[in-house]
């Protein structure tokens, strides 16, 4: 993230700023004392992460109006992004508004455009000024270190080494197995306290008696701790003195030790380290190679060991093709029985098939016999048309039969009709009796008109009655007097005629008197009659015709029969066949004859079988005999039988000669493949001594031994030099004073006169605590007799305190237990640091330090269990950070402070870094080299340089890439 532009609305004295130039790089804000600089500084943390509360005096409300906070445009990765924080509606903390400035409609997480780190890690590791500097000036080299540790984990300034303590102390002062320490007193107090519930006694004179005593010894005590006091300090001197001596000549000797060892040549641990993994990898590529020549003898051995026989592996493919072959005379041998036994059935069968034949073919003939498809196809073909014509023949007979019986049934069926009457005679005995009917309706008829007549009558009665009409009606009267009679002569004549044509056509067919019933019947039975005379007609007809049909397909049949006949007969002689065959034999024979050519056949296959399998055991014989020549085996005076066994034998020995040559051949890879490693491992050999030559030139040795030797004198001389820094160390823990005095005072002291002043002292002293000793247990005595009169006092009060102290016992018991787990976890926490982060740190900060100091200062080491910094001058001295010039002391800080910024980038992503006159206490050389590793560190990371000192920013304007802004 790097910042392009800053805008304050209201924030400390400034209102409407805006630093709209600010560029990549080094942007140096100039500006006089109480400009703001160190206000822009903090309004860049509060716009990030929140404003203060308002009890903060770095909340920086605005003094001169405008809405309190701001806005910072950033370029981060390809999008540009404006942060905003405005205390609008007079809201204490707002929050942070982020807009993306090329997608406003992107959503953007303060968390990742802050590479997810707090407050509390941007203003440890990004944002430092001169504050930050000189509470660091005083601080001992173990906080220096603290200090590391905050900005690498992301604490607040609180070190996190003395929260460690602070948890140490804090678990030493609640509880320890042995000691009278929170929790032991308060279980001690509260033992006593529950005694003292059972033994309650008014003890008042006693108590006043024993506060007089108390007054005495009191006085007393002050006295003689006066005395102690000033022995004790005299003591204490004289301690120092004695337990630093023994230092002191530790440094004395290790610094006389050191001066003797004259060392030419480089060397360092990596190297020695280097040197050992070479000679034993030297040694153990010699091992292997020792190793490998040996194998190579082995495999050589073995390889001259194996003897084969080359003349049976060229004849392999022989000797394969021979085997097969003698798979297939076995095959044969087993056959050989099958083969007779299956000649001797197939003649059986030809003979038994010949017995069928019987004289319809000569033997002589047979195998010259041959029926062509188209012959056979013809003669088959003839006789099932000659059979089908025979079944249509005597179906035909069948059929004329039927006819015949049909005709004589219908005959017999209606011989009296046939007989009595014809269809004339019948047709007009029907006539006469439907003129009969016909009468019988008249008749009727004339009723009718005889009714009409009588109705008309009386009608022109009664109306010549009533009318009394004249002549006419007379006529009319009279004229229905004729019709009357008329109409009944009519009828009765009619009917007289049809009675009398009846009776002479009929005679004796009608009973009784003749009706109209009677006659209806007899008509019925005479048409009943007529249909059955023209049925019978019909059907004989028909029978007759069908007579006739058939018996002219029953010749042409015949006719056919006798046709195809000869023609079969002249194919019977094509083929060699008597003429005069049954037909139904024909077929039978001609199969048999085509059964017996093909047992025939099939007994000459089994014949040829036969030969060509003694032609295949004699050629077996014969290669078997060659491929033993070809290899050296002998092979007179076998038999044919044995030949197969030593085929068998021959394919044995073949696989076995297979089999070595096949290992031959893996020995072969297997040596080659030997021989390669055996190189690479010279290679690998030379490559190691090479190596090795280098690091011997290196150290300026002769050989190994010399190097070891010499790395010795190297680790003794360092030894020493960690001795002379440690002595010096311990020296200074124990004095307060300056170093070079402690040192110049030892020069003037020895172990016997600070041994007899210890002496006289400690017997003052010892004479003075056994009197303040007894004193001491006496005012205890009474104090303990009085705090028990006091607590035995009232009940109540004891049981009140005995509660307390239980409730007290069980919080301080929990609270150590707390302290103990954060004491284990930040251990964790400290250790992964230490491993992983830290070196990286110091190997930055060296670089940077060097180059401020100009190669004064050239290591910043960490010694001794707890890792102190110390610094290495380029004599090689060890330098506590203390023992330096304030100056000096800052410049380390900036230095380490860098390095910690460039691994905390390298990890969690880049910020904008801010410095706030962090060069005030530099001289001016060292400024301008600080200046120059600045702008180094700034090819990396974006500066916001602020100052109010113009020859900063003069050298500054030198470099036309650096951006400078005035306030």
């Given at each position: 993230?790097?910042i392009v532009?800053i ?7 400034h ?5 709209d130039?600010?560029?990549?790089g080094?942007?140096?804000?100039y500006?006089n004392?109480?400009?703001g600089?160190s206000?822009i ?5 509060s716009?990030?992460?929140?404003f203060?509360?308002?009890?903060s005096?770095?909340r920086?409300?605005?003094i ?7 806005k910072?445009?950033v370029i981060?990765?390809?999008d540009?992004?404006?942060l905003s924080r405005?205390?609008?509606n ?8 982020l807009?993306s ?17 707090n407050q509390?890690?941007?203003?440890n590791v990004?944002?430092f ?9 005083s601080?001992?080299d173990?906080e220096v ?7 690498g ?7 996190m080494?003395k929260v460690?303590?602070?948890?140490n102390?804090l678990?030493d ?5 042995k ?14 306290v529950i ?6 006694q008014?003890?008042q004179?006693?108590?006043?008696d024993?506060n007089m005593k108390?007054e005495?010894?009191?006085?007393e005590i ?16 004289l301690?120092d ?6 230092r002191?000549?530790?440094?004395r000797n290790?610094q006389?030790m050191?001066a003797k ?6 060397y360092s641990?990596t190297d020695?380290?280097?040197m ?12 292997d190679?020792?190793?490998k020549?040996e194998i190579?003898n082995k ?12 003349k049976?592996?060229?004849?392999e ?7 097969r072959?003698?798979e297939?005379?076995n095959t044969i041998l ?11 059935q ?11 034949v019987?004289?319809s ?7 010259n016999f041959?029926v ?9 073909e003839?006789?099932d ?5 025979e079944?249509?023949l005597?179906l035909l007979?069948?059929e004329l ?6 005709k004589?049934?219908?005959n017999?069926?209606?011989p009296?009709i ?10 007009s005995?029907?006539?006469?009796l439907?003129?009969?009917?016909r009468?019988?309706?008249?008749t009727?008829?004339?009723?009718m008109?005889q009714?009409?007549?009588?109705i008309?009558?009386f ?9 009394s009409y004249?002549?006419?009606?007379i ?11 008329l109409?009944?002569?009519y ?11 009846i ?5 004796g ?6 009706s109209?019933?009677?006659?209806k019947?007899k ?8 249909l ?9 007809e028909?029978?007759?015709?069908k ?26 002689r ?6 005069k065959l049954n037909?139904?034999s024909?077929?039978?024979v ?9 047992y ?6 089994v014949?040829e079988r036969?030969?060509?399998q003694?032609q295949?055991k004699?050629?077996?014989?014969t290669k078997?005999k060659?491929?033993?020549d070809?290899?050296?085996i002998a092979?007179?005076g076998?038999?044919f039988?044995?030949?197969v066994?030593?085929?068998t ?13 096949n290992k031959?051949e ?6 080659d493949?030997?021989k ?5 491992l010279?290679?690998k050999e030379k490559?190691y001594?090479d190596e ?10 002769t050989?190994l031994?010399n190097?070891k030797?010499k790395?010795k004198?190297?680790?003794?001389r ?8 440690a002595a010096?160390?311990?020296?200074q823990?124990?004095?307060?004073q300056g ?15 600070l ?5 006289r ?9 056994s ?12 104090l303990?007799?009085?705090q028990?009169i006091e607590?035995q ?8 305190e ?8 069980s919080?301080?018991?929990?609270k150590?237990a ?13 250790k992964?640091y230490e ?10 900060a ?9 190669g ?7 010694l001794g269990?707890?890792?102190?910094i110390?610094?290495?001058?380029n004599?090689g001295a060890?330098?506590k950070p203390?023992l ?13 402070r860098?390095?910690?910024?460039d691994e905390?980038?390298?990890k969690n992503?880049?910020?904008?870094v801010v ?5 005030v206490?530099f ?5 301008k080299?600080a200046?120059?590793?600045i702008k180094d560190?700034?090819?990396?990371h974006q500066?916001?340089?602020f100052?109010c ?9 030198k470099n036309?890439?650096i ?5």
């Amino acid at each position: 993230m790097k910042i392009v532009k800053i805008e304050i609305d209201g924030f400390g004295l400034h209102r409407d700023l805006k630093l709209d130039n600010i560029k990549e790089g080094i942007n140096v804000i100039y500006g006089n004392n109480e400009a703001g600089k160190s206000t822009i500084k903090n309004f860049l943390s509060s716009l990030l992460f929140g404003f203060k509360s308002r009890s903060s005096l770095k909340r920086y409300e605005p003094i001169n109006g405008g809405t309190h906070g701001g806005k910072i445009t950033v370029i981060n990765g390809d999008d540009m992004v404006e942060l905003s924080r405005l205390s609008i509606n007079n809201r204490s903390n707002p929050d942070l508004a982020l807009t993306s400035l090329k997608n406003p409609s992107k959503k953007l997480e303060t968390q990742q455009l802050l590479q997810g780190i707090n407050q509390n890690v941007y203003d440890n590791v990004f944002s430092f000024g001169l504050e930050e500097l000189q509470n660091l000036k005083s601080l001992t080299d173990q906080e220096v270190m603290d200090y590391i540790y905050t900005a690498g984990f992301g604490f607040s300034k609180a070190s996190m080494p003395k929260v460690k303590k602070q948890l140490n102390d804090l678990c030493d002062s609640l509880w320890k197995p042995k000691g009278k320490k929170i929790i032991n007193n308060h279980i001690e107090e509260l033992s006593k306290v529950i005694k003292s519930k059972n033994a309650i006694q008014n003890l008042q004179e006693k108590y006043i008696d024993l506060n007089m005593k108390k007054e005495e010894a009191s006085k007393e005590i002050l006295s003689l701790e006066i005395k102690i006091k000033k022995l004790n300090k005299e003591q204490s001197i004289l301690h120092d003195y004695i337990k630093g001596m023994p230092r002191f000549v530790e440094l004395r000797n290790a610094q006389e030790m050191s001066a003797k060892i004259h060392l030419k040549g480089s060397y360092s641990d990596t190297d020695y380290n280097s040197m050992m993994n070479l000679e034993s990898n030297y040694a153990i590529c010699a091992k292997d190679l020792e190793d490998k020549a040996e194998i190579l003898n082995k495999i050589k051995l073995e390889m001259e060991s194996l003897c084969i026989d080359r003349k049976i592996l060229v004849a392999e493919p022989e000797i394969k093709t021979l085997q097969r072959e003698g798979e297939m005379v076995n095959t044969i041998l087993k056959l050989e029985n099958d083969n007779e036994i299956k000649k001797r059935q197939l003649q059986e069968k030809i003979n038994s098939t010949m017995a069928l034949v019987g004289d319809s073919i000569g033997t002589d003939r047979i195998k010259n016999f041959n029926v062509s498809l188209e012959q056979r196809v013809a003669i088959n073909e003839a006789i099932d048309v000659y059979r089908e014509k025979e079944r249509e023949l005597l179906l035909l007979n069948r059929e004329l039969a039927d006819l015949q019986e049909d005709k004589g049934v219908i005959n017999n069926r209606y011989p009296n009709i046939l007989e009595q009457q014809s269809t004339n005679s019948i047709e007009s005995r029907i006539a006469i009796l439907h003129e009969y009917l016909r009468a019988s309706e008249n008749t009727g008829q004339g009723k009718m008109v005889q009714f009409f007549a009588l109705i008309m009558y009386f009608t022109t009665l009664i109306i010549m009655a009533l009318n009394s009409y004249s002549f006419w009606s007379i006529i009319g009267v009279a004229a229905m007097g004729i019709l009357f009679p008329l109409s009944q002569w009519y009828t009765t004549n009619r009917k007289v005629k049809n009675i009398g044509k009846i009776t002479r056509g009929f005679e004796g067919e009608f009973e009784g008197v003749l009706s109209v019933e009677m006659v209806k019947s007899k008509i019925k039975d005479f048409e009943e009659s007529l249909l059955q005379i023209q049925n019978r007609k019909t059907k004989l007809e028909d029978i007759n015709s069908k007579i006739q049909l058939k018996e002219g397909k029953l010749k042409d049949i015949q006719g056919f029969l006798e046709e195809l006949s000869f023609e079969i007969s002249l194919m019977l002689r094509e083929v060699g066949l008597k003429e005069k065959l049954n037909i139904n034999s024909i077929v039978e024979v001609i199969r048999n004859i085509a059964q017996i050519k093909e047992y025939m056949k099939e007994l000459d296959t089994v014949e040829e079988r036969i030969s060509s399998q003694e032609q295949k055991k004699v050629s077996f014989f014969t290669k078997t005999k060659e491929i033993c020549d070809m290899i050296g085996i002998a092979f007179e005076g076998l038999r044919f039988e044995d030949a197969v066994g030593q085929v068998t034998m021959i394919s044995e020995k073949l696989n076995e000669e297979k089999k070595k040559a096949n290992k031959l051949e893996l020995l072969v890879q297997k040596y080659d493949s030997a021989k390669i490693e055996h190189a690479k491992l010279l290679e690998k050999e030379k490559t190691y001594s090479d190596e090795i030559q280098v690091l011997l030139t290196k150290g300026e040795a002769t050989d190994l031994s010399n190097y070891k030797e010499k790395f010795k004198l190297y680790k003794e001389r360092e030894g020493l030099l960690k001795e002379v820094v440690a002595a010096t160390e311990k020296i200074q823990t124990i004095f307060t004073q300056g170093i070079d005095e402690v040192l110049s005072n030892f020069q003037k002291l020895s172990f016997n006169s600070l041994n007899e002043e210890r002496e006289r002292v400690l017997g003052d002293l010892e004479a003075v605590n056994s009197e303040y000793k007894k004193l001491v247990q006496e005012k205890g005595e009474l104090l303990k007799e009085i705090q028990q009169i006091e607590q035995q006092e009232d009940i109540d009060k004891i049981l009140i305190e005995e509660e307390r102290l239980q409730g007290k016992i069980s919080a301080d018991i929990e609270k150590w237990a707390t302290a103990k787990l954060a004491i284990n976890l930040l251990d964790l926490a400290i250790k992964e640091y230490e491993e992983k982060t830290q070196p990286e740190v110091f190997k930055r900060a060296e670089s940077y330090f060097s180059k401020i100091t100009e190669g004064k200062y050239s290591r910043i080491m960490l010694l001794g269990e707890d890792k102190n910094i110390v610094v290495l001058d380029n004599k090689g001295a060890a330098i506590k950070p203390e023992l330096l010039s304030r100056g000096t002391q800052e410049q380390l800080y900036i230095c380490i402070r860098l390095g910690v910024i460039d691994e905390f980038s390298k990890k969690n992503g880049k910020l904008p870094v801010v410095f706030d006159d962090v060069l005030v206490n530099f001289d001016e050389r060292r400024t301008k080299n600080a200046l120059e590793v600045i702008k180094d560190f700034s090819s990396n990371h974006q500066v916001l340089f602020f100052t109010c000192h113009k020859h900063i920013v003069k050298e500054m304007e030198k470099n036309k890439e650096i951006n400078v802004i005035s306030l």
